[in-house]
């Protein structure tokens, strides 16, 4: 079996060189490039140049060189089923592994481009879809976020002037200044989400809800009361002093601040 194949194969290059150098023959008489018979036949230069110097080694199969052999034959105005006829392609069985890369340009069909447009809008659609869920699921998270009606506001939002008395409760809450005069520095961290209000110096600096991880910090120069709807959800630290809880989980609470007057 082997050595069939070894005749046939030798038998192959020596009709292929004998075939080769007639076409190449015929092509310099009509003065005829192998660019023009390329773009006529829709083979490649370089295995039409294969055929004329009977380079068995760089073509495909028997089968796709006896096709080529008629189409360059015929491109010539020769007989193409001769030199087709001529060319020992065996029994049909294919000798050689398959090189697709030598198959001509013909071999694309529009089915091919078809499958491939499909695939492509496929793709489109299926990432235009995750995006367009992504944005809802964000959307739907910011519609979540509780505002701050949602918390309960003191019926007394009148901020305590500096020299009102407080109740026992209120100036339990009241921190002082180490030293006289020193401005109150103020700040807050959030453990869970709460709303917040802040007077400094009788005048409502802000009023809304902050998230969990914010911290912020206000100072003033005599006073600074903080009102939280989530008071076990808020930190506050006075002066560089240890952040205390303002109070239980879901309870409004306030706090006031205030410096020690100047001696």
């Known amino acids: 079996m082997k050595e069939n194949t070894?005749?046939?194969?030798?038998?192959?290059v020596e009709k292929l060189e004998v075939l080769g150098a007639r076409l190449r023959q015929c092509r310099l008489e009509k003065s005829i490039t192998l660019?023009?018979?390329?773009?006529?036949?829709?083979?490649?230069?370089r295995l039409l140049q294969a055929i004329e110097e009977g380079r068995l080694d760089l073509l495909p199969e028997p089968v796709y060189i006896q096709g080529f052999l008629r189409r360059f034959a015929e491109a010539l105005e020769l007989d193409g089923a001769e030199f087709a006829r001529d060319f020992p392609a065996g029994s049909g069985v294919l000798l050689?592994?398959?090189?697709w890369q030598y198959l001509p340009a013909a071999q694309l069909r529009p089915l091919h481009l078809y499958l491939l447009y499909i695939l492509l809008v496929?793709?489109?659609?299926?990432?235009l879809s995750y995006i367009l869920n992504r944005s809802a699921v964000q959307v739907i998270?910011?519609?979540?976020?509780?505002s701050a009606q949602q918390f309960p506001t003191p019926k007394n939002t009148q901020p305590i002037p500096p020299k009102q008395s407080l109740d026992a409760r209120q100036s339990a809450q009241v921190s002082h200044a180490s030293q006289d005069?020193?401005?109150v520095q103020v700040g807050v961290t959030l453990k869970a989400q709460s709303w917040i209000r802040v007077v400094v110096d009788g005048k409502t600096e802000f009023e809304g809800v902050l998230p969990e991880g914010t911290q912020r910090t206000w100072v003033a120069d005599e006073q600074l009361i903080v009102r939280a709807g989530n008071a076990g959800g808020v930190l506050v630290e006075f002066?560089?002093?240890s952040a205390k809880q303002m109070g239980a989980p879901g309870a409004v609470e306030e706090m006031t601040f205030a410096a020690n007057p100047r001696s």
């Open 141 to 146: 998270e910011v519609e979540n976020i509780p």
């Open 35 to 45: 660019e023009e018979v390329a773009a006529q036949t829709r083979i490649q230069a």
């Open 181 to 183: 005069g020193k401005p």
């Open 122 to 127: 496929i793709s489109s659609v299926s990432g």
């Open 96 to 99: 050689m592994k398959p090189r």
């Open 239 to 241: 002066n560089d002093q």
């Open 6 to 12: 070894r005749n046939l194969q030798q038998e192959q």
